[in-house]
């Protein structure tokens, strides 16, 4: 099979593939196919046009846990992302933009390299290093690749979209049923616990009343599970919006919820610098707003997120019943918090006293 053909295969391959790390990896073991590279690896660019993912082929995991920290785009490296074009290169170690390899890191002599673009930007470039039985890359090896890259700019997008339909799906089907439970299952519970307040007001029996008054307090408490489940399964929709205007939702909705007041301050910059994770910050909110409705019999809540120590905090904080930490078991949502922080690169800390409170505290990198 000539090398045509193998493109033609190549592109056919990569456009049937709809998850996006399976596509990543794809992109990079075929250019060391067609290119009979070998090595190869994909790098994946942040905004700020460093390294946020490297994916490789031809370096066993052991090699790669002994070479530590994954690179984060000087050297050759480097020299691509500042000039993304393709580039060949026959001895590294002998170009002026060449920083060097770090301990442990295979010898490597000869370079190919060549941009991905996806969406009309860069995605990330193709390196590859040493050609098995010649000295260095040729030209029409560079041509190859720079078809590769383009076939993998479209697969990249195509699995994008992918993610996003599934997504959308998802959350379509969140809301409706969240939408669901609130006009039927609580609308009809409401009603049950009218008709047995009406019951338990014209009862003879003060022993039947009682005990129709309990049944009532135990659907309150159905409703307002309900309305924190209902609560939970709407941060995602939030969470596509700007992440100030989405944690005021967030609190809106909680107080509607709740009527627990709830009081939202926000630094718009500290908002915009954590654009990235938007998500995962209302998620962190929801989580800490959640236990507030459970547990803290709150009248009054606080959002806040700002600026301190060169990070940002986001704080929530109550003024509910509280309680002895040392003397509280441990419960699930705390342990959420702390994983989600710590998933961030954070980390969450809960502090409260009886009746003077809790305050929940997560401090995440800018």
Same mark, same amino acid.
């Given at each position: ?69 994954p690179p984060t785009g000087r050297g050759i490296l480097g020299l691509l992302i500042r000039e993304p074009h393709p580039r060949r290169i026959s001895r590294i170690s002998a170009h002026p933009g060449s920083s060097g390899f770090p301990p442990n890191h295979p010898s490597m002599t000869s370079f190919l390299g060549a941009p991905v673009t996806a969406r009309g ?9 040493? !050609?098995? =039985?010649? /000295?260095?890359?040729? +030209?029409? %090896?560079? @041509?190859?690749?720079?078809? *590769?890259?383009?076939? &993998? ?103 509607? !919820?709740? =009527?627990? /007041?709830?009081?939202? +301050?926000? %630094?718009? @910059?500290?908002?915009?610098? *954590?654009?990235?994770? &938007? ?88």
């Open positions: 099979m000539d090398r045509r053909d193998k493109l033609i295969r190549s592109g056919l391959e990569l456009a049937s593939e709809l998850e996006l790390e399976v596509v990543l990896q794809r992109i990079v073991e075929l250019a060391v196919q067609l290119t009979d590279a070998t090595y190869g690896a994909l790098g994946v660019l942040q905004a700020d046009g460093s390294i946020s993912e490297f994916i490789t082929t031809g370096v066993t995991p052991e090699q790669r846990a002994a070479i530590g920290d930007k860069v995605f990330g470039n193709v390196y590859l290093t040493d !050609k098995r =039985g010649a /000295v260095e890359f040729d +030209e029409a %090896d560079e @041509e190859a690749l720079v078809v *590769l890259a383009t076939q &993998a700019g479209v697969a990249i997008e195509n699995a994008r979209l992918y993610q996003d339909v599934e997504r959308l799906a998802l959350l379509e089907d969140r809301e409706r049923i969240a939408k669901e439970l609130h006009d039927g299952v609580i609308q009809a519970l409401f009603a049950v616990g009218m008709g047995l307040e009406g019951t338990s007001m014209v009862a003879s029996d003060p022993k039947v009343s009682e005990r129709i008054n309990l049944a009532v307090e135990e659907l309150d408490h159905v409703i307002r599970d309900l309305r924190n489940y209902i609560f939970g399964l709407r941060p995602g929709i939030l969470a596509d919006r700007e992440l100030d205007t989405a944690l005021r939702a967030l609190a809106e909705e909680f107080q509607a !919820k709740t =009527g627990v /007041v709830t009081i939202v +301050e926000v %630094d718009p @910059e500290i908002a915009a610098q *954590l654009g990235s994770v &938007a998500s995962e910050v209302v998620q962190l909110t929801r989580e800490a707003l959640s236990n507030v409705g459970r547990h803290a019999l709150a009248t009054t809540c606080r959002v806040s997120l700002r600026h301190e120590a060169g990070s940002a905090l986001l704080e929530i904080d109550d003024d509910g019943s509280g309680f002895e930490p040392s003397t509280v078991r441990r419960g699930q949502g705390l342990a959420n918090l702390e994983g989600r922080a710590t998933d961030l690169g954070g980390k969450a800390s809960v502090t409260s006293e009886p009746d003077r409170g809790t305050t929940v505290r997560v401090e995440l990198p800018l």
